[in-house]
């Protein structure tokens, strides 16, 4: 069964299995060719967009973290030295 015939065709309950089959089969077969005939879903230009905002999203919290661990490092640092003074 071809595609025009698939999409002209009036299913009813007295539709036999394989007829069923056949409308669906042509169906899905017009559907992935055309998904083959243009495999751009989206264009390179809003991919590149994309990729660099996820790049600079990643950049700034990686940054983040690195300040916050530095921070936690100085801190420590502040508490052991008072621990110590304390102590004397």
């Not at 967009?49 to 999203?57: H, L, P, V």
């Amino acid at each position: 069964m071809n595609y025009k015939d698939a999409v002209s065709v009036s299913i009813s309950d007295k539709m036999t299995k394989a007829q069923l089959i056949a409308v669906a089969n042509a169906l899905q077969d017009r559907c992935l060719l055309s998904e083959l005939d243009k495999p751009e879903l989206i264009p390179l230009s809003s991919y590149i967009k994309d990729a660099r905002s996820r790049w600079d999203i990643h950049l700034y919290e990686w940054r983040a973290i690195n300040k916050d661990i530095v921070t936690l490092g100085r801190n420590t640092r502040k508490v052991l030295v008072t621990a110590m003074n304390n102590m004397d």
